[in-house]
């Protein structure tokens, strides 16, 4: 037994003069990178909760006393919201904290990048104490989550407008005539593809002998965005570019697949699962780990993004991730911040709702998906409306300057 206890105390030893050494090689250069891995542990112990602690939450009095228990699945939800809440307060938190850093001399400048143990033990503490708040405190969580989904959908959209028109401006800002072939090119395999994709789409999602003019709907109105994304993009007036356009069409076609993939299994338009309600555990991981992937990438490129987080006193350009030469690192002191430090912590407590969203169906079709990732209408809706909203940005991105002439979009 005293055996046994020394090398569970050296073991313990051992933990946590790794975890020293860990937090404190995270520099300020990578300590974007460090947020994202945080960001994606709490997905992973969310994924985790929602399937070993249902039988533990039943038997708490607090969470589980009404006069009828509810169902599994109900518990299941929970045990996300709860992760997710005690996530989206901590990055709020910093949000907050970091409201007007404009120069690395500021105190709290040193906050956002470093103090890594003592933020990795207050997301611990923020995260187990949502077990003990009341229920409708987290129902009220579930109500915004669902709009603040829909802010984080929207960032995306500004991210990916962002990206196509910087791509298209670099190709042509080179002006020579391979980078002219390069961007015709690209644009044809995207539109290509997108009608391509269309194609596939009519195949699954509108079986024959059933009545399917939903899906039918969804599937032609993203295909008559394609033809007007191409006719504005190239109307005199516009002077715009077939790039952004083929690129923005072939991914609101992603988005009606993505969308049309998320109907219920049962449904009988839904061809791509053959009415099929079980899953495999390796199906589970993979959808899950495309969820994972997806929200840290979309909060990475916007942490990233210059045009979208850079304050006006600070370079466009952001920072590389890799440490400088000490003695640099006091010239740096100097610089302005190059990226928003509120905006980078508010676009991860947005995606913390996002990734709840997902895990739970909506929360609202937990019933009927099961054990499935990002299933029913509500998420169907979600990404249709996240569709359209992108084809009326891109548009308006067009004929903005157009409109109003007098100001620098």
């Not at 219920?264 to 390796?282: F, I, W």
């Amino acid at each position: 037994m005293w055996a046994a206890s020394c090398l569970a105390s050296c073991c313990a030893a051992c933990a946590c003069d790794a975890c020293r050494t860990v937090v404190s090689g995270i520099s300020r250069r990578s300590a974007r990178i460090a947020y994202c891995g945080l960001f994606a542990f709490s997905l992973i112990v969310a994924w985790i909760l929602r399937e070993v602690a249902a039988p533990l939450m039943e038997s708490l009095p607090w969470i589980n006393h009404f006069s009828h228990t509810p169902s599994r699945e109900w518990f299941e939800t929970d045990a996300v919201l709860r992760v997710s809440l005690g996530n989206f307060l901590f990055f709020t938190i910093l949000a907050v904290l970091m409201i007007g850093v404009k120069t690395q001399r500021d105190p709290r400048d040193s906050m956002h990048h470093g103090g890594w143990m003592m933020k990795i033990i207050c997301w611990f503490i923020l995260v187990i104490f949502m077990f003990f708040v009341p229920n409708e405190i987290i129902s009220f969580y579930e109500t915004i989550s669902k709009f603040g989904s829909g802010m984080f959908l929207l960032v995306q959209v500004m991210l990916l407008l962002d990206f196509v028109h910087g791509w298209n401006d670099k190709w042509v800002g080179f002006d020579e005539q391979f980078w002219y072939v390069a961007l015709f090119v690209v644009s044809l395999v995207c539109y290509v593809a997108t009608f391509a994709f269309s194609g596939v789409l009519y195949h699954l999602f509108t079986p024959s002998g059933q009545d399917c003019g939903l899906n039918v709907f969804f599937i032609t109105m993203t295909l008559i965005l394609a033809f007007v994304f191409a006719i504005v993009a190239l109307h005199p007036a516009v002077n715009g570019s077939v790039l952004p356009a083929s690129v923005i069409s072939l991914y609101c076609t992603y988005l009606c697949y993505s969308a049309l993939a998320s109907e219920p299994r049962d449904y009988e338009c839904n061809g791509l699962h053959k009415h099929s309600k079980a899953v495999s555990t390796g199906t589970l991981t993979l959808g899950l780990l495309t969820t994972v992937l997806s929200v840290v990438y979309s909060a990475v490129r916007a942490g990233s993004s210059a045009a979208v987080l850079s304050p006006p006193s600070s370079p466009r350009a952001g920072k590389p991730l890799l440490p400088l030469d000490a003695r640099e690192e006091e010239e740096e002191k100097a610089k302005p911040v190059s990226y928003s430090y509120a905006f980078f912590h508010l676009i991860f407590s947005l995606a913390s709702m996002y990734s709840a969203m997902l895990l739970t169906g909506w929360s609202t079709s937990v019933g009927e998906s099961g054990k499935l990732v990002d299933v029913g209408w509500p998420s169907v809706w979600v990404r249709i409306v996240t569709s359209w909203a992108t084809a009326l940005l891109y548009i308006w991105s067009l004929v903005a300057p157009i409109l109003f002439p007098e100001r620098e979009f």
